[in-house]
């Protein structure tokens, strides 16, 4: 299993400015998983984090909005840049670990961001 | 491409059941389900793989059949607890590891 510490829990930030969220695994991991849900919504991967090499990114997002930084196995920032209203979601890490004999993804408690 | 969830809502009363579909447009390695109840990050209920499994543990059950690209949930005799809005996720490939969350569906459980 695999316990994710993802702060911070909620911010109110104003427009143009960026936010940083940072995660936190209790175990060394290759890949780690952001994710966006708009309320009401599901869950849109942004990007995955790899260690040692650039995140790569789904389309629709982009580096310059949304750098990722993953300077060790267990450690990784998402930051939401020049910030918008239409930015307000819920930002969720996520790594994939084992319970028991099923694969599964863990994931943060989530950073709920409201733009001002 | 998103999976599409049917229904996108459902409300029961406790003790009812509850059928909820997953259908993808693009072969799939594995199917999970996932339960987020509000405010909360999403919880892991199953993965089914490739091979037309079928799962269960309790009263929650699922079926996937990779030949039509779908996966369902079985809620039976549904309890309170069982509220929240369910996710499946899929997988393309094994070893690919992202997984691809579908349009949800909202189940509320009424006494």
């Known amino acids: ?116 | 491409q998103q999976p599409v969830q049917s229904p996108q809502a459902v409300i029961l009363r406790e003790g009812e059941d509850a059928v909820i579909n997953c259908s993808s447009s693009k072969a799939l390695y594995s199917v999970h389900w996932y339960r987020q109840k509000h405010g909360e990050a999403p919880v892991f209920l199953m993965i089914l793989l490739k091979g037309g499994e079928q799962k269960g543990h309790d009263k929650i059950s699922a079926s996937f059949n990779e030949k039509k690209q779908q996966s369902s949930l079985y809620l039976t005799a549904s309890q309170l607890s069982y509220s929240g809005t369910y996710f499946c996720g899929t997988e393309m490939n094994f070893g690919n590891e992202k997984l691809t969350f579908g349009t949800g569906t909202r189940l509320t459980i009424i006494p």
């Open chain 1, 1 to 116: 299993s695999a316990v994710i510490s993802q702060k911070p829990s909620r911010d109110i930030c104003q427009r143009g400015t960026s936010l940083t969220i940072q995660c936190q695994v209790d175990s060394q991991v290759t890949m780690m998983f952001w994710y966006r849900q708009q309320p009401g919504q599901s869950l849109t991967l942004i990007a995955t984090a790899n260690q040692g090499s650039e995140a790569t990114y789904e389309s629709g997002f982009v580096i310059d909005k949304f750098p990722i930084s993953r300077p060790n196995l267990t450690f990784s920032t998402l930051t939401v840049s020049n910030m918008s209203p239409e930015d307000s979601s819920i930002y969720l890490c996520s790594v994939r670990g084992w319970r028991g004999s099923d694969e599964k993804l863990f994931f943060g408690s989530g950073t709920q961001l409201s733009v001002l």
